[in-house]
């Protein structure tokens, strides 16, 4: 069974900065790409970024470019997302999912996370 | 950056009814097209991915439509369950971005 367990959420001051980690099992982590999204309270959901087997990344998000910053662990079949400068507009539920290459060759997020809070707030 | 809007934002229906949600892409994403449900204070979970393939496990009374840029997601006999949010994804280009979602609501 596919798991995917995120942590390091928390209360933080506005300017500060954040680790989050998502422990990945049941699937061979270091085949698959792997994504962040967010949910803003009462919101929907919104991209963050999505990183490749070889550690690539490929963000475009104006809002989050040059302050979040994704990476993985094979060895440790986890994944990260680094926070810096962060916003009171940044307080959401973070959520960590695994992407499905589909036998349509699109891609899909087919296994979350249960999420975990980050509050950015003075 | 691709937008990608749902019709309606909200919508109120019984249990038994035909509901339709509506995706529409502000460019052609072909059939990079995935359908999300989330019930309150859950992780989403995929319904449908490129555009109309039911994922596993999930019930046949759920159903996509659409290439291009639009698309649909229908139930075809709501049920306790599908009262939720649900949420179009497009992946044809990055970054990877959602409708605002549709409320489904009981009557």
């Known amino acids: 069974e596919v798991q995917l367990v995120e942590s390091g959420g928390g209360l933080v001051q506005p300017g500060g900065s954040l680790r989050l980690s998502c422990a990945a099992s049941?699937?061979?982590?270091?085949?698959?790409?792997m994504t962040w999204v967010r949910q803003a309270p009462g919101r929907g959901l919104e991209f963050v970024d999505i990183?490749?087997?070889?550690?690539?990344?490929?963000s475009n998000v104006d809002s989050m470019q040059g302050r979040f910053t994704i990476s993985r662990d094979n060895s440790k079949s986890s994944l990260y997302l680094q926070m810096d400068s962060l916003r009171a507009e940044d307080t959401a539920i973070y959520y960590c999912?695994?992407?499905?290459?589909?036998?349509?060759?699109?891609?899909?997020?087919?296994?979350w996370g249960q999420g975990t809070l980050v509050t950015v707030s003075s | 950056d691709i937008q990608m809007t749902q019709s309606p934002s909200s919508l109120y229906a019984s249990v038994g009814d035909r509901v339709t949600i509506t995706c529409r892409a502000s460019?052609?994403?072909?059939?990079?097209l995935n359908w999300y449900q989330q019930r309150p204070g859950k992780a989403p979970n995929v319904l449908i991915y490129?555009?109309?393939s039911l994922q596993s496990g999930v019930p046949s009374r759920i159903s996509g439509r659409g290439s291009g840029t639009d698309f649909t997601l229908t139930i075809s006999s709501l049920q306790p369950e599908d009262f939720a949010t649900y949420y179009c994804?497009?992946?044809?280009?990055?970054?990877?971005?959602f409708g605002q979602g549709t409320r489904v609501e009981i009557k």
């Open positions: 049941g699937f061979t982590f270091r085949n698959n790409w």
């Open positions: 999912a695994r992407i499905l290459l589909t036998t349509s060759s699109t891609w899909v997020f087919d296994s």
């Open positions: 490129a555009a109309s």
């Open positions: 990183i490749d087997q070889d550690d690539s990344r490929e």
């Open positions: 460019q052609s994403i072909s059939d990079f």
């Open positions: 994804q497009q992946t044809y280009s990055t970054p990877w971005t």
